[in-house]
């Protein structure tokens, strides 16, 4: 979650959500994301709301925030379930941060009790937690797997010690591997690792070294991001005094093909701008409801939900998030009702990075002129818009955000 949320208006205390929104619940895809706020160690490119020990100084603890978290989902199934509506049950549960791992098998385990007890699961329900390699074990696998948990993203980066410096991680290049192979020892079917690639001093070679680790592991599922120098970050700093260079658009774009032709000789196929897997069944659902617009209640610090067009986002400390709920008042910061061409430009700007793409009927008459335009420049497919679809090429995924930007004016 980004350090900087969006201004709005104050959300009610109560956390109650206009009837408009409400309407649908249930029928639209739902999902909960849990935001864990703790880290052993900050790395010096991440500007998401997380704390070290340090930083938190008697301002927050694991149980504090286990404890506030189970009273925000309780508060959550109230106002989804107002006027007797049923409760939606989440199809999707992901535990990010942060550092999940860090509350061990037993804390998860009540992470996904509390969202039972709350909204409860869906049959078949996805559950994702993110994971340190380094605060990972053949034991926490196997407890998460008994908790209920059925996926394990687990944040790599890079191969490269070199890399992984610059970037203040702090795990050894061959632990993600590793923890991907304890993972699915345990029995996880499903193991996603993240690529972070363009850091200051990577190679062409180092990259490459990263992506045939990630096809030694053996993983269904790979993300892979370019670096991002994200403003009031230690890694800016260090750009600011000319310590590090701020990454090539050039470099960035010729990594991203690598990254594509490797993988895809590999088997797996992209079905988000950054996101490959192996078949269907191993795809991240629960990034995909947000992609499509779905409904989500994120719970924790900072954490930002979606439902039926209106979107809030909490309280970022964890003392003053703890604080709220212990008043029995919503932790919500602020909150934004979007209007029928916000939820527009928001459907362009997300489905569009979709391999399926986006429909052209979302589109104004500017807009189709646009996509029009955009084929003629080898941005998307010709026979796809004829048949009424708006899908990238591999040009155009290398400049999705100048596409939407040109489709929605």
């Given at each position: 979650m980004?350090t900087?949320?969006p201004?709005?208006e104050?959300?009610?205390?109560?956390?109650?959500?206009?009837?408009?929104?409400?309407?649908?619940?249930g029928?639209r895809?739902f999902?909960?994301?849990v935001?864990v706020?703790?880290?052993?160690t900050?790395?010096?490119?991440?500007?998401?709301?997380?704390?070290?020990?340090?930083?938190?100084a008697?301002?927050?603890?694991?149980?504090g925030w286990?404890e506030a978290?189970k009273?925000e989902?309780?508060?959550g199934?109230?106002v989804?379930?107002?006027?007797?509506?049923?409760?939606?049950?989440?199809?999707t549960?992901?535990?990010g941060g942060?550092?999940?791992?860090?509350?061990?098998?037993?804390?998860?385990?009540?992470?996904?009790?509390?969202?039972?007890?709350?909204?409860g699961?869906a049959?078949?329900?996805?559950?994702?937690?993110?994971a340190?390699?380094?605060?990972?074990?053949?034991?926490?696998f196997t407890?998460?797997l008994?908790?209920?948990?059925?996926?394990v993203?687990?944040?790599?980066?890079?191969a490269?010690?070199?890399?992984?410096?610059v970037?203040?991680r702090?795990?050894?290049?061959g632990r993600?591997?590793a923890?991907?192979g304890?993972?699915?020892?345990?029995?996880f079917e499903?193991?996603?690792?993240?690529l972070?690639y363009?850091?200051?001093?990577?190679?062409?070679?180092d990259?490459r070294?990263?992506?045939?680790?990630v096809?030694?592991?053996?993983?269904?599922?790979?993300s892979?991001?370019?670096?991002?120098?994200e403003?009031g970050?230690?890694?800016?700093r260090?750009?600011r005094?000319?310590e590090?260079?701020m990454?090539?658009?050039?470099?960035?774009?010729?990594?991203?093909?690598?990254?594509?032709?490797?993988?895809?000789?590999?088997?797996f196929?992209w079905?988000e701008v950054?996101n490959?897997?192996?078949?269907?069944?191993?795809?991240?659902a629960?990034?995909i409801?947000?992609?499509r617009?779905?409904?989500?209640?994120?719970a924790g610090?900072?954490?930002h939900?979606?439902?039926g067009?209106?979107?809030?986002?909490?309280?970022?400390?964890p003392s003053r998030?703890?604080?709220?709920?212990?008043?029995g008042?919503?932790?919500?910061?602020?909150?934004?009702?979007l209007?029928?061409?916000?939820?527009?430009?928001?459907?362009?700007m997300?489905?569009?990075?979709?391999?399926?793409g986006?429909?052209t009927?979302?589109?104004d008459?500017?807009?189709?002129a646009?996509a029009?335009?955009?084929?003629?420049?080898?941005?998307?497919r010709?026979?796809?818009?004829r048949?009424?679809?708006?899908v990238?090429?591999?040009?155009?995924?290398?400049?999705?955000?100048?596409?939407?930007r040109r489709?929605?004016g």
């Open positions: 980004s900087h949320p201004t709005g104050q959300p009610p205390q109560q956390g109650t959500l206009p009837a408009t929104a409400l309407r649908g619940v029928q895809p999902g909960i994301y935001h706020p703790f880290c052993a900050r790395c010096g490119y991440c500007d998401f709301n997380t704390y070290t020990a340090d930083e938190l008697g301002g927050g603890s694991f149980r286990l978290l009273a989902l309780e508060l199934a109230r989804l379930g107002e006027g007797n509506r049923a409760v939606p049950r989440a199809e549960v992901f535990v942060g550092t999940p791992s860090l509350l061990g098998g037993e804390g998860l385990g009540e992470v996904l009790d509390a969202v039972r007890a709350s909204f699961l049959p078949n329900a996805e559950v994702t937690t993110e340190n390699p380094e605060s990972t074990s053949p034991e926490l407890a998460l008994g908790a209920g948990y059925t996926r993203s687990l944040g790599m980066q890079s490269a010690e070199h890399v992984l410096r970037l203040d702090k795990h050894t290049p993600a591997v923890a991907a304890e993972a699915m020892a345990a029995g499903h193991v996603s690792l993240d972070i363009g850091t200051p001093g990577e190679s062409t070679d990259l070294g990263s992506l045939e680790a096809l030694e592991a053996g993983v269904d599922h790979v892979a991001y370019s670096l991002i120098v403003d970050t230690a890694m800016a260090r750009v005094r000319g590090l260079p990454p090539d658009e050039d470099v960035l774009a010729a990594d991203y093909e690598l990254v594509d032709g490797i993988l895809s000789k590999a088997g196929d079905y950054s490959w897997a192996t078949g269907e069944a191993a795809r991240c629960h990034n409801g947000y992609w617009g779905g409904d989500w209640w994120g610090p900072g954490a939900s979606h439902v067009g209106v979107r809030w986002w909490n309280l970022k400390y998030y703890a604080a709220a709920l212990g008043e008042i919503s932790p919500a910061a602020g909150r934004e009702v209007d029928a061409e916000d939820r527009r430009v928001e459907r362009v997300l489905e569009l990075r979709l391999r399926e986006l429909a009927e979302v589109l008459d500017a807009g189709v646009e029009r335009r955009a084929v003629t420049d080898g941005l998307l010709g026979e796809e818009l048949a009424g679809r708006c990238l090429t591999d040009r155009g995924r290398l400049l999705a955000d100048g596409v939407v489709l929605v």
